[in-house]
């Protein structure tokens, strides 16, 4: 596994900020912006500059920072994994993205056409652009390599697409994540829909305000039994089950009722043959918008009913990271197997009226054989993945 | 592991291809750098109201699907998954100048929403009232490919039985004028006839929408049986021809077997290269088909491919419009198609008759 988010450069870091409650979240920073006063965010320390420095790119590089911040994570899961040879087995990359190099296009959009040296950030526009340059730096080449644009589900499907990979024999071993930074183009685009919280972001709360957007990439490395097996490889964790469906209710709400995630999530069980009894800790979407947190909630009370077990929303540290969340709480999930911690819902204060589930809201051991997480997102799209101990 | 269909088409292009009983029989020529997509009446499959709100890339995908669900004879599908390079660039641009220009106040959001890459599959969704398994690819000229892929995978472990898949893009006025300022597209106009000689950098830019209904039971009006298909992000041009005779072996295809070669050829001499090596190497016996100077390019032209294999396998006919040698195929069975984009994301695919 590999990380960059607004509580940590590496997983390490992100763990012990998870579990020492330390949130990420601040003004911003890096973008010059009219709203600064108005939200808050997640982002991520290291500047561009920084970026380009860690990664060791040339000064002629047009690297959007999508693309470097994916080049690290990826970087760091691939190192994580033991992998030297990275051509001695069938090796595919899919990541997700949202954002993709809109960044630079937002900042040079008119500068293109007097400039000539900004013009090499138009061919690094396109989403697929910053995959591309993550296969390049994993030294991924001549294979299946592509990107996943689901909205704030994205990285959960290439989870789940490169899980169908392995399965399907196409490939013996995936890194598979997203990667998105903050823009003035998010910001603004989440402004006008009014979902930005002017303060800390509180997951499931009565009074919750809306989101805050953040930057992240996650990318986590899938391999086949075959090649666990011939490596003699430790697994961290086994994708237990998936599931992918669409609430086709509203461009960008969700049903009251949360169709979409309810099938999402009894699809995921079916997969992974569980119950909803088997389910040890759920790591909700929970972006803290009033529409959201009340129609996930509605769906996992009609899918767990009597059965919940404790739940929470990492948002609260992170922020939404929008196409990277589905990797980031991927990642998160795993920590929580291997540790045996649930993590607390930061922020939350006032039971929500609509129904009577509350949030975990203190860190809590408990021995987890299953996590299942959401990710939903934009175009009613709704995923649902489960990690397990054992296969 | 089961077989894989295509039961229907949908195409919207540069060409009139939205009437399915049709097939290339008039021409629209052109002399230009950039050609757009002839719209077919969108009123008489989309309320107007709704018509009014939409990017022509939701409008475009939306008709292509209907048209393909209509000739399956199919209400719904248990799956949709679209690909597209660039999703509604017209409201990505919208909303990136009006940020600019009025310096991030009085925003409204449709253009935003519209911008998001999975608005076409979202809506189409909408539309339907398909609950469903629903993914977007983004991978440039492999964005359509992965959709082919995913769909199949599916279809083979019949985890369903129907998926829409589809590849839409469409052209944005000031993506058009920043990849001039490149050579992305030609300088000069191009007349249809003359893309592959221009000896020009750069293509003929356009838009359009293909979808399809893939099923695991072959029909009597199915098309073509999907083989298979494959991706790559880099793929040098040295390593073309082993890579295609692996990806044939794969499939137990020999050379001979190709009675067709469906090359995405645009012109661009930087990198139409790629496909010369194959047309004038390993396939220089073999008919070979082009088509990129009838629907121009975009990251889901690769689609178009798709659908003139289909119709060619269904109607047994190969128009001349599209025929880039002499030799004519003895019969019209295998279908083999290649396609790369600047010389990254290449992909095979091959189908067969059913």
């Known amino acids: 596994m590999g990380i960059i988010s607004a509580i940590g450069n590496n997983v390490a870091e992100n763990y012990s900020a998870l579990i020492e409650g330390k949130k990420g979240i601040s003004r911003v920073a890096k973008i010059d912006t009219v709203h600064r006063d108005a939200i808050m965010v997640g982002e991520i320390a290291a500047s561009n500059q920084e970026l380009i420095d860690e990664l060791g790119l040339a000064p002629e590089n047009n690297y959007c920072r999508t693309a470097m911040l994916g080049a690290i994570a990826a970087k760091q899961a691939v190192a994580d994994a033991n992998i030297s040879a990275i051509k001695k087995y069938k090796t595919g990359l899919i990541s997700a993205t949202s954002v993709g190099g809109m960044d630079m296009t937002e900042r040079f959009y008119y500068d293109y056409l007097e400039d000539k040296n900004l013009q090499k950030y138009i061919e690094g526009h396109h989403a697929g652009d910053s995959t591309q340059k993550i296969a390049e730096q994993l030294g991924i080449e001549q294979s299946l390599v592509t990107t996943i644009s ?82 003699n490889k430790k697994v961290l964790a086994y994708v237990k089950g998936y599931g992918n469906a669409n609430d086709a209710f509203h461009q960008t709400a969700s049903s009251e009722n949360g169709d979409g995630a309810t099938l999402a999530m009894e699809k995921a069980l079916k997969v992974g043959g569980l119950l909803p009894k088997d389910i040890d800790y759920i790591n909700a979407h929970g972006t803290a918008t009033g529409n959201n947190d009340l129609s996930e909630g509605r769906a996992i009370l009609r899918v767990f009913g009597e059965n919940l077990p404790e739940f929470s929303s990492t948002k609260a540290y992170t922020g939404h990271t929008l196409a990277a969340a589905g990797a980031i709480e991927a990642v998160y999930a795993i920590l929580a197997l291997q540790n045996n911690i649930i993590y607390p819902n930061l922020n939350f204060k006032t039971q929500m009226k609509e129904f009577e589930i509350t949030p975990q809201t203190e860190l809590k051991e408990k021995e987890l054989e299953t996590v299942l997480s959401n990710s939903l997102g934009f175009g009613g799209n709704c995923s649902t993945l489960i990690f397990s101990k054992r296969a | ?27 629209s020529t052109y002399n230009d750098t950039v050609i757009s997509a002839i719209d077919p009446v969108y009123k008489d499959y989309i309320p107007p109201a709704a018509a009014r709100r939409m990017a022509k890339g939701i409008k475009m995908g939306v008709v292509a699907s209907k048209l393909a669900l209509e000739e399956a004879a199919l209400e719904n599908v248990d799956a949709i998954i ?95 004028k920043i990849h001039r300022l490149i050579n992305h597209i030609k300088s000069t106009a191009v007349s249809l006839d003359n893309v592959l000689y221009s000896n020009t950098k750069g293509t003929v830019f356009s838009e359009g929408a293909n979808f399809f209904v893939l099923g695991n039971t072959k029909k009597d009006n199915s098309y073509a049986e999907l083989v298979a298909v494959d991706i790559f992000n880099t793929l040098a041009e040295g390593n073309l021809a082993e890579a295609v005779q692996q990806f044939l072996k794969d499939n137990n295809v020999s050379i001979e077997d190709i009675d067709v070669l469906v090359q995405g050829n645009n012109g661009d001499i930087e990198f139409d290269h790629y496909y010369n090596s194959l047309s004038t190497g390993l396939f220089s016996e073999i008919q070979q088909v082009y088509y990129k100077h009838l629907c121009g390019e975009f990251y889901t032209a690769s689609s178009f491919g798709v659908w003139l294999a289909s119709k060619i396998i269904k109607t047994q006919r190969v128009p001349s419009i599209v025929e880039l040698n002499d030799v004519k195929a003895s019969k019209i069975e295998t279908v083999l198609l290649y396609n790369q984009y600047r010389g990254e994301n290449h992909s095979f695919t091959l189908l067969r008759k059913c």
């Open chain 1, 150 to 231: 689901t909205a704030c589900s994205s990285a959960a499907n290439a989870i789940m697409f490169g899980a169908r990979l392995i399965k399907s024999g196409k490939l013996d071993r995936v890194i598979v994540g997203g990667a998105d930074c903050l823009s003035k183009f998010t910001i603004n685009g989440f402004k006008t829909l009014m979902i930005l919280s002017d303060t800390y972001n509180t997951p499931f709360d009565e009074n919750r305000k809306g989101l805050n957007l953040g930057e992240a990439a996650a990318f986590l490395v899938l391999e086949s039994n075959a090649v666990v097996k011939a490596e």
């Open chain 2, 1 to 27: 592991m089961k077989k894989v269909y295509i039961q229907s088409v949908g195409s919207i292009s540069a060409q009139k291809t939205f009437d399915n009983s049709e097939f290339l029989d008039e021409i």
């Open chain 2, 82 to 176: 679209t690909g597209t390079g660039l999703g509604c660039v017209v409201d990505s641009e919208k909303f990136v100048s009006a940020i600019i220009d009025n310096k991030e106040e009085f925003l409204t959001p449709t253009s935003f929403i519209q911008s998001t890459h999975n608005t076409v599959g979202g809506q189409i969704a909408l539309g339907l009232g398909c609950k469903g398994y629903n993914f977007t690819y983004v991978h440039a000229s492999n964005s359509f490919e992965s959709s082919v892929l995913d769909a199949k995978m599916q279809l083979e472990l019949d985890e369903v039985s129907n998926i829409l898949i589809g590849g839409v893009d469409e052209l944005g006025v000031h993506t058009v």
